[in-house]
């Protein structure tokens, strides 16, 4: 097949680009009467008049309408974690008969079960061009204040357009950014930029269950207790994320060989760079990782650092081995 002139690529990106735009600031338009569903540019998308969104019935009907607006004559990418939000949005994604390629992106370091369970579900996998522990070697342990690893294993375009499973309710930051089921999303320069659908942007905890119960959705093993029943409370992500409430120290203590192979790559992150600015706070990869797991700012650290009325120094080192039950 003949290669496109390069005016017509440069055309085709600036029409991606404004259709982009437009569905930032687009009005969704649900119509009774003939089923017609389209979009009205130069408005905000409205919010739900209150009482509609209450019952989950009509909140499945919103879903399935806003995804077959969103992807009409096209193939949409759904963004799947393998999480139950990502089983909520696949299943809406089928009643809605869309076109779409359910796509997981292996971060490496997901818990187990979750390759296999992608495999059931019939989801395409793809893999990183970096794996998350030679990543490590190579830019050191992520923080809450960098996340350069979910730039690296999951934060990158596939297609244009790309259904997600946000919810506001899952945390204060996500209610107060985002607002619209509608946004566009930038990965990395402009021109990656993709028109996100958030379906189930509204739905609660509670509406999640009922759907996965009322559909009869096989989520991942880890929602389920040793009895089998479904906890709708837990959340699937990275193991020692960073941005969990406890920093990651949980999944430490259940996979103390985990956080032991961390260190050991950070500590070649750490000799391969002795200009690094943590260098010039830390003496040496423990004290820096112990600050990262238990401190909420330098200052604690450095005030937990100071020697006691018997001048005894803490040795972060030994405290993360006896934390942690792990030799280092």
């Not at 077959?68 to 089983?87: H, I, L, N, P």
């Not at 000799?271 to 330098?298: G, Q, T």
């Amino acid at each position: 097949m003949a290669q496109k002139p390069r005016e017509d690529n440069n055309q085709a990106q600036t029409d991606n680009a404004k259709e982009c735009e437009m569905r930032n600031v687009c009005k969704v338009s649900l119509l009774s009467g003939n089923g017609e569903h389209k979009y009205e540019p130069g408005n905000n998308v409205p919010r739900f008049q209150e009482g509609q969104m209450n019952d989950l019935d009509n909140k499945i009907r919103n879903a399935i309408k806003l995804l077959k607006v969103f992807a009409k004559d096209k193939v949409v990418e759904v963004s799947y974690s393998g999480g139950k939000d990502s089983d909520v949005i696949l299943e809406l994604a089928k009643m809605a008969g869309i076109n779409y390629r359910a796509i997981y992106k292996n971060t490496t370091i997901d818990p187990p079960h979750t390759i296999a369970h992608c495999k059931s579900k019939g989801v395409e996998i793809r893999h990183p061009k970096e794996r998350f522990f030679d990543l490590v070697k190579r830019k050191g342990i992520p923080t809450m204040r960098a996340r350069f690893c979910c730039e690296v294993m999951k934060e990158y375009k596939i297609l244009d357009d790309s259904v997600q499973g946000i919810r506001r309710s899952e945390s204060t930051k996500r209610a107060k950014l985002y607002n619209e089921p509608i946004i566009c999303r930038t990965y990395g320069s402009k021109k990656n930029h993709v028109n996100v659908c958030l379906p189930i942007l509204d739905w609660s905890d509670k509406d999640v269950g009922r759907f996965i119960k009322e559909r009869g959705i096989k989520c991942h093993p880890l929602y389920y207790d040793k009895q089998g029943n479904f906890h709708v409370e837990r959340r699937l992500g990275c193991i020692g994320c960073p941005l969990r409430s406890d920093k990651g120290k949980a999944d430490f203590l259940k996979r103390p060989k985990f956080l032991k192979r961390l260190i050991q790559c950070a500590t070649i992150w750490w000799d391969n760079n002795p200009h690094n600015a943590s260098h010039r706070k830390f003496p040496n990869v423990y004290d820096l990782v112990w600050h990262n797991l238990f401190c909420n700012s330098y200052g604690d650290y450095i005030k937990a650092k100071q020697t006691d009325l018997f001048g005894k120094e803490l040795d972060c080192k030994k405290y993360i081995e006896q934390y942690f039950g792990v030799e280092l």
